[in-house]
């Protein structure tokens, strides 16, 4: 078992900065690909980036490349998501998840059943 949990979130204005953290415990942290995904209000929860078990990988959905900067501490068993020039699109809840390493040269890191663990959640909510 790997158990995750998310803080950073909150409410920011338009153009504004936020960095989510994402704290894990349990299984050895450097086993696993990690990836953030989000849930706006009323959709489907999306895929938004991935980093693989060493770090120097990294994959971003289109709407947040080049904003958007997915990190990892293996020493101190947390993924990061610097969120730089914030749109209200960007409202949602955001989930950290846990997958097996080879998730990330398999091509199946965008896709939620990937993943084996989840946290709670944090809300992000952008005001225009």
């Known amino acids: 078992q790997v158990q995750l949990v998310e803080s950073g979130g909150g409410l920011v204005q338009a153009g504004g900065s936020l960095r989510l953290s994402c704290a894990a415990s349990?299984?050895?942290?450097?086993?696993?690909?990690m990836g953030w995904f989000r849930q706006p209000p009323g959709k489907e929860r999306e895929f938004v980036a991935a980093i693989s078990w060493s770090g120097r990988n990294t994959n971003y959905a289109d709407s947040v490349q080049g904003r958007f900067t997915i990190s990892r501490d293996n020493a101190k068993n947390t993924v990061y998501l610097q969120m730089n020039s914030l749109k209200p699109e960007d409202t949602a809840v955001y989930y950290c998840a846990a997958a097996p390493a080879q998730s990330m040269y398999s091509g199946t890191f965008p896709y939620a059943g990937t993943y084996n663990y989840w946290g709670q959640g944090t809300q992000v909510t952008v005001s225009s």
């Open positions: 349990g299984r050895t942290f450097s086993n696993y690909a």
